[in-house]
């Protein structure tokens, strides 16, 4: 009628065993969001960095806003982007969407 204490103590041990068992679903999870939108995420910012790094005069550059430009002055955190002949606007320097190299101009037109 009364459960010994030997068993009891058995019956404890295995609830430890299961408590791991109910996380591997968990971390399972936290692996592969981490392999498919984290580290993805984390190159291209890694990416954008660089190529804003690397932001030099004469550069032509898209604008998150759209704006396309060349690049007349760089300074700290700024550019200073021509868009037309004498317009010249101060940008972020993060708001570079992209640097159009001649390649990718001419692949543009064609």
Known sequence: M?????????AGGAGAGAAFAQFIPLILIFAIMYFLMIRPQQKRAKQHREMVGALKKGDQVITQGGIIGKVASVRDD?????????????????????????????????
């Open 2 to 10: 009364f459960v010994t204490p030997a068993y009891a103590q058995a």
């Open 78 to 110: 700024e550019i200073e982007v021509e868009i037309a002949s004498g317009v010249r606007v101060r940008i972020v320097r993060s708001t570079v969407a992209q640097v159009l190299n001649p390649t990718t101009a001419v692949a543009a037109n064609n």
